[in-house]
C-alpha cells in the first residue's frame, strides 16, 4: 500500500475504534434539580428541572408546586377536615344534611370527575365512596379480610352522582343519601399534577417533570430537546422493565396491582375496585396510560384496567391523542400504535 | 510480498489489530456501567448515607427501623418497622434512577452514579 495511503487507512479506523469506544447508548441527562415531597396524596411525590435554570429559581418554583399540592391534598382528603376550609372530608360527613359551602375549584373538581365518570360509563367514578370504604376498612384491618357480598351490594345502593348536588351559583356540594360518600382516589392525583402543570406553563415554564407518586406529567422537553425516558415495569419480575418509552410534553400513568395490593388467604387483591363486581378488578398486570392531560390520564388508566381489552381500545380509539398499553396476566403487551411509536425498547 | 504492495501483510494485521483492540475495549467499556453505581440513602431531603452497590451486605440505615440488602449489584429494602411494609415489597432496583420509598420513615433508597438507563420508572 502506498505510504500516504497507508496513513489515510489507519487514522481512518483509529478514527472509527474512538467513536465506537465513545458512543455508548445515548443516556438520559440526569436532573439540574430535583426536591421530594412525602406529605402529599399518601404517597411520594418529585418536581424536577431539567431546564438548567438557577437554584434559586427552582427553589421557588418547587415552592409553589408544595403549596399547590398541599392545597389539593386538603381538598381531596376523605379521611381529615382542616380549619377554615370545608373539604370533601366536610361534604361526607355532612350527607343528608345541608349543603356545605365549598371553594370554586372544588366545585370545578366535581364537575370534571362527573364528565369523567360519564365519559367512562362509571368505570371511574368518585361516587363510589360506599363500597371503597368496605374495601379500604378490611384492606386495613389487623388481619385483612374479604367484605361480604351483601355488606358490598347494601353499599353499591348508595353509589351514583344523581345523589350529589352541585350548586354552581351558591358554590355548595350535598349528598341527598346520607349513607354515600365520595373517594376522589382514582382522579386526585392525576388532577393535582395537571394543576400544578399548567400553573408552571401559565409563567412560561418548561423542562420541568411533576411526579405525584408515579403518575408523571412532564412540560416540554429536556433543555437540550431530548425526550424523558419512563420504564414501566414488568408486574411478574417488578425489578425489571417490561417497557421503556420516550416521552415529551404529556403525562404518563401506570394503574397496576404489583405495588399497591393486600392478601387474604394466600390470595392477593389490587387496590382498584371494579364497579362491575364491586371487587378488585382482575383481567390485566397493568395498564399505562400516555396523553396530554394528567386528570385525564388517571381517569384512563383506572377505567382501562377495570375494562375488557376491546372496550379499553375502543375507548382510547375515540379520544384524541391518548395512548395506551396493557399487560396482559400472561406477560404479553398491546398498545396502540402512538405507543407502540414512542417504545424505545421491549 | 508482491510489488504492487510490498507491506500488504503488515497493513492488514495492523486493520485486524485495531479492530480487535475496538472490539475488546467496547466490551470492558460497558462493563464498567455497573461498577460505577452507588446506591444514596435520602432522609427527608438530605443524602444520609452513600453505599457501592459492589459491596454485598445487609446495612442498617435508619436506627434499625429501615435496614437494606445490597447483593449482586442491586439493593431492597431488607427490613422496616413501618405498618404496611410497601417499602419491603418493591423487592430489589438496579436501574440508575430507580427508588425505593419508605413513606412513613421518609427514607428514599435511590440507585445513582452509573450509566442511567431510564428517567422514571413506573
Redesign the interface.
Known sequence: MHLKCRRAVTAVLLFLLLMLVSCSRKTPQAAVRSEVFYSYFDTVSEISSYAGDSEEAFRKNAASVSALLEHWHRMLDIYHEYDGMNNLCTVNMRAGGEPVPVDRDLIDFVLYAKDMCTLTSGEMDISLGAVLRLWHEARNAEASYLPSDEQLSDAYRHVGFDRLEIDTQACTLRLSDPLASMDPGALGKGYAAEEAAQMLISEGITGYVINLGGNIRCIGTKADGSPWITGIRDPENPEKLAVTLKISDCSCVTSGGYERFFSVNGVRYAHIIDKDTLYPAVGFSSVSVVCKDSALADTLSTALFCMSYEDGLSLVSSLDDVQALWILDDGSLRYTKGFGLAILKT | MSRK?P??IR?IV??IA??M??VV??FV??GRNKEGSYVVV?F??EEKARYSLALDGVYDINDGKNVIEILDG?VRMHDADCPDR?CV???????D?QSI?C?PN?I?VMVSGG????????
Open positions: 504492495h507491506t500488504l497493513d495492523l486493520i485495531v479492530l483492540a475496538g475495549l467496547l467499556l460497558r435520602m427527608q431531603n442491586k410497601y415489597r418493591q423487592g430489589w432496583i438496579e436501574y434512577g420509598i413513606l421518609m428514599t450509566d442511567r438507563t431510564v428517567d422514571f420508572v413506573l
